[in-house]
């Protein structure tokens, strides 16, 4: 369960399933600059060959690669319904397509010129990569989270600009302390946004690899011609449902819990999140968004 389930291997921050996906798919020559293919086939080829589980546990393992609000750099390029932040569900096998995008071939980049080892399939009929090349630090671009026998690991996300600037600081002066490597990353990057609260939780994540970090999203206050004014949520933190979020708003306007909401729009869309939190009149927009950092998960 823990290596080859549950953890990701540290030299290019995958699990065996995402390793086996990634690597099908380029041998099927499903590149960024190719057409699509039905996700069935790939599914049914990384069954067949590499991965002896369940078809839904591959699909859903291919559909979060695809996922721009679960991955900070997605590995899979997706074509149909690959869910949403709302936590709807993706659309049936038969109906997706997919291929790698090009930050994936960096993943896979001089697999064929003996750059790896291979070790032999689940039936030794074929071989395949007991890691992949990784010209990029995939662990910390996109981080992990996993639940092993008496361990887990929960990696957030970081910027590749940040982390790239890191590694060839570390090349120049390889006794770099932690608080030195921090002047470069200075701290976690999320696909959905969102303010980190508190350095000092994130030092001691750094120093020590166990540490909470604190995550708000955005609220902008706009006002309205009539005097009124309006918070708009436009990020929220990582790995929560946005309906969820705007459901639990809703019902602490309803139960007065929160004073003086009158209305809540979902107007987000393709170009990114948008939560209308209408305010009446002589209302103090600061008080309701300490509320709403306190009351619910858009600080979490």
Known sequence: VIVARALPDVRDGLKPVHRRLLHAM?????????????????VGEVLG?????GEQAV????????????????????????????????????????????????????IGKETVDFQ???????????????AFPFLLANGASGIAVGMATNIPPH??????????????EPKITV????????????PTGGII???????????????????????????LKNGKERLVIKSIPYQIN????????AELAREKKIEGISDIRDESNHKGIRVVVDLRRNVEPETVKRQLYKLTSIES
Do not use: C, W
């Open 49 to 53: 060959k590499f991965h002896p589980h």
């Open 120 to 134: 032999l399939n689940y039936d030794d009929s074929l071989e395949e990569p007991a890691v992949l090349p990784g």
């Open 242 to 249: 946005k309906s969820t979020l705007n459901e639990r708003i």
């Open 26 to 42: 380029n041998e099927m020559g499903l590149r960024a600059d190719r057409p699509y293919r039905k996700t069935a086939r790939v």
């Open 197 to 223: 609260i508190g350095k000092d939780n994130l030092k001691q994540g750094y120093n020590k690899g166990r540490g909470s970090i604190k995550i708000r999203g955005d609220i902008d206050v706009e006002p």
């Open 179 to 190: 608080d030195g490597l921090m002047k470069y990353i200075t701290g976690p990057d999320f």
């Open 59 to 110: 699909y859903d393992a291919l559909v979060r690669m695809a996922q721009d609000f679960s991955l900070r750099y997605p590995v899979i390029d997706g074509q149909g319904n690959f869910g949403s932040i709302d936590g709807d569900p993706a659309a049936a096998q038969r109906y997706t397509e997919a291929r790698l995008t090009p930050i994936a071939q960096e993943m896979l980049a001089d």
């Open 159 to 172: 910027n590749l600009r940040e982390i790239a600037r890191a590694v060839a600081r570390y090349i120049d």
